[in-house]
């Protein structure tokens, strides 16, 4: 609760005059903090800033039913159900999702961070899971714990169940001959015990899969885990999203979601986050999309041949001044034609140099040599856009081992920097990336270092604790 700095109203209790109002919808008033709560069952009601619509197009999605501001509260909940990513391969403490593990549960012998754990020891958290693993001997695989808990959820807690199989799962895509067909084979195949003494179907297991590919969000903390959310999960994909979110721990370990709008929102607008990498180009994102999320993305960004003047996804022309663009974004065997000469190449001619580049940029960041860098970005130069995704990359990496004197770097950050301002202007996405090259453009030579340092603090100000975001901050902190 915040005290009005426009109006004052009457308490919805007692209905005497009140300066205080609810911060979530900033509609209600009170006279004080115990009258706000003795509400709070009428009022949460009517406190969300979003309402739940459905069509045949985008399914169920969110549309805002107020206007609101950059940093407002949207939504704030624990998941339905989390664990371990999917397709990790990382050891992960089976009570609270840490990675630090040191020991085995003294139950079923599965990775733990600590004997005392209070995921291992709570008797409505690993105690339950604990006694079927050790009963039928599965071989500890963390990615086999989140359809694990998925199961026990189906058999013990039918409305939550219920809340859970409502979402998208996408059965009838993920069929015999599919990728996501063989990976669930092997999952099946690895619960197969579980099933059988619950008397399940392998079934269950596609529907479940599924479920987590469409739906599960990674959560920070804990690293490497997945969630799935009632609400959360219905924001719709847009590669410009209106909405940030971060996670936190609640009193039972869970990471619980918060979201926030990224900039002003206006009533009946859609809420929007984004599935992808913002980095990558428009038919990696979306073939991504596509093969995860079943649908193709028409958004502005995807639409524009040149993704918003960012030119993230543009190749060069041999004939000099020349840039080769794709005709039609939309259409994945779309002709690419260069803008200053009749020069014409196909899709399968740009992906074949595209991803060629792509595994130079790999092998040269590997080895983490400012030479090395430097003469890799110097050939991408020639013959992609200098802000390409792979030139980006390349530059990130470089400006991180070059001096402040050297000329170079300067020009390498002001084109990350405006690279990011377009593609992630509200710092969403890209905090950290953006913080970054904000810290070595404040070293160079003649730029305005306080300026720049406070605006890399700024954007990391939603980072989890503790995360390398936070750290960050942290050390420019103590430099500024």
Same mark, same amino acid.
Request: aromatic fraction near 4%.
């Given at each position: 609760?915040?005290?009005?700095?426009d109006?004052?109203g009457?308490?919805?209790v007692?209905k005497?005059?009140?300066?205080?109002?609810?911060?979530g919808c900033?509609?209600?008033?009170?006279?004080n903090?115990t009258?706000?709560k003795d509400?709070?069952?009428?009022?949460?009601?009517?406190c969300?800033?979003w309402?739940?619509?459905?069509?045949e197009e985008l399914?169920?999605?969110?549309i805002?039913?107020?206007?609101?501001?950059?940093g407002d509260l949207i939504?704030?909940?624990?998941?339905?159900i989390?664990?371990p990513?999917?397709?990790s391969d990382?050891?992960v403490?089976v009570?609270?999702g840490?990675?630090?593990?040191a020991?085995?549960?003294?139950?079923?012998?599965w990775y733990a961070?600590k004997?005392?754990c209070?995921?291992?020891?709570d008797?409505?958290?690993?105690?339950?899971e604990?006694k079927?693993?050790?009963k039928?001997r599965?071989i500890p695989r963390c990615?086999?714990l989140l359809p694990l808990r998925?199961i026990l959820l189906?058999?013990?807690?039918?409305s939550?169940?219920?809340a859970?199989s409502?979402?998208e799962s996408h059965?009838?895509k993920?069929?015999?001959?599919?990728e996501?067909?063989?990976?669930t084979?092997?999952?099946?195949?690895?619960?197969?015990p579980i099933?059988?003494a619950f008397?399940?179907?392998?079934?269950?297991?596609?529907k479940?899969?599924?479920?987590?590919?469409v739906?599960?969000?990674?959560?920070n903390p804990?690293?490497?885990s997945?969630a799935i959310y009632q609400?959360a999960?219905l924001l719709?994909?847009s590669?410009?999203?209106?909405?940030?979110?971060n996670?936190v721990l609640?009193?039972k370990?869970r990471?619980?979601?918060?979201?926030?709008?990224?900039?002003?929102?206006? @009533?009946?607008?859609h809420?929007?986050t984004?599935?992808?990498?913002? #980095?990558? &180009?428009t !038919?990696?994102?979306?073939?991504?999309? $596509?093969?995860?999320?079943?649908?193709s993305?028409?958004? @502005?960004?995807c639409q524009?041949?040149?993704?918003?003047?960012?030119? #993230?996804? &543009?190749? !060069?022309?041999?004939?000099g001044?020349g $840039?080769?663009?794709?005709k039609?974004p939309?259409?994945?065997?779309t002709?690419?034609?260069c803008?200053?000469?009749?020069?014409? #190449?196909?899709?399968?001619e740009?992906l074949?140099l595209?991803?060629?580049?792509?595994?130079e940029?790999e092998?040269a960041?590997s080895t983490a040599?400012?030479?090395v860098?430097s003469d890799?970005?110097s050939?991408?130069?020639?013959l992609?856009?200098p802000?390409h995704?792979?030139?980006i990359?390349?530059a990130?990496?470089?400006?991180?081992?070059?001096?402040?004197?050297?000329m170079?770097?300067?020009?390498?950050c002001?084109r990350i920097?405006?690279?990011?301002s377009v593609?992630?202007?509200?710092?969403?996405r890209?905090?950290?990336?953006?913080a970054?090259?904000?810290?070595?453009?404040?070293?160079c030579?003649?730029?305005?270092?306080?300026?720049?340092?406070?605006?890399a603090?700024?954007?990391l100000?939603h980072?989890p604790?503790q995360?390398p975001?936070?750290q960050?901050?942290?050390?420019?902190q103590?430099?500024?």
């Amino acid at each position: 609760m915040q005290a009005s700095t426009d109006k004052s109203g009457v308490c919805a209790v007692c209905k005497s005059p009140a300066d205080l109002r609810c911060t979530g919808c900033k509609e209600e008033f009170y006279c004080n903090s115990t009258h706000q709560k003795d509400d709070w069952s009428r009022h949460k009601l009517s406190c969300r800033p979003w309402k739940i619509e459905e069509n045949e197009e985008l399914g169920k999605h969110l549309i805002a039913t107020r206007n609101l501001e950059a940093g407002d509260l949207i939504i704030t909940e624990a998941p339905i159900i989390w664990g371990p990513a999917l397709h990790s391969d990382k050891r992960v403490c089976v009570g609270c999702g840490n990675q630090n593990v040191a020991v085995r549960c003294p139950g079923c012998s599965w990775y733990a961070c600590k004997v005392s754990c209070d995921g291992l020891v709570d008797a409505n958290r690993h105690a339950i899971e604990c006694k079927i693993l050790a009963k039928v001997r599965i071989i500890p695989r963390c990615d086999i714990l989140l359809p694990l808990r998925m199961i026990l959820l189906k058999k013990r807690y039918p409305s939550r169940w219920e809340a859970l199989s409502s979402l998208e799962s996408h059965e009838d895509k993920r069929g015999p001959g599919t990728e996501t067909y063989e990976e669930t084979q092997d999952i099946i195949q690895q619960l197969q015990p579980i099933l059988e003494a619950f008397s399940m179907s392998p079934d269950v297991l596609n529907k479940i899969c599924g479920l987590i590919d469409v739906n599960a969000l990674e959560t920070n903390p804990p690293e490497g885990s997945a969630a799935i959310y009632q609400n959360a999960c219905l924001l719709e994909h847009s590669c410009l999203a209106n909405t940030r979110h971060n996670f936190v721990l609640d009193n039972k370990s869970r990471p619980k979601i918060i979201i926030r709008a990224a900039r002003p929102i206006k @009533k009946g607008e859609h809420l929007s986050t984004t599935y992808t990498h913002v #980095l990558w &180009t428009t !038919r990696a994102r979306r073939e991504h999309l $596509l093969a995860t999320k079943y649908f193709s993305c028409r958004c @502005k960004r995807c639409q524009d041949p040149t993704e918003l003047n960012s030119h #993230l996804g &543009t190749v !060069r022309c041999p004939c000099g001044p020349g $840039l080769i663009l794709p005709k039609d974004p939309l259409d994945l065997d779309t002709k690419w034609s260069c803008n200053s000469c009749p020069g014409v #190449l196909t899709s399968d001619e740009v992906l074949q140099l595209v991803d060629r580049l792509g595994e130079e940029v790999e092998n040269a960041m590997s080895t983490a040599k400012e030479s090395v860098l430097s003469d890799l970005h110097s050939k991408l130069s020639v013959l992609l856009h200098p802000g390409h995704q792979h030139c980006i990359a390349v530059a990130h990496s470089l400006i991180q081992l070059q001096s402040p004197d050297n000329m170079k770097k300067r020009e390498l950050c002001e084109r990350i920097l405006q690279t990011t301002s377009v593609l992630d202007p509200y710092g969403a996405r890209l905090a950290l990336y953006t913080a970054v090259a904000l810290r070595e453009f404040a070293s160079c030579p003649g730029e305005e270092r306080k300026l720049h340092l406070e605006r890399a603090i700024d954007l990391l100000k939603h980072e989890p604790h503790q995360s390398p975001g936070d750290q960050l901050k942290r050390l420019i902190q103590a430099e500024l």
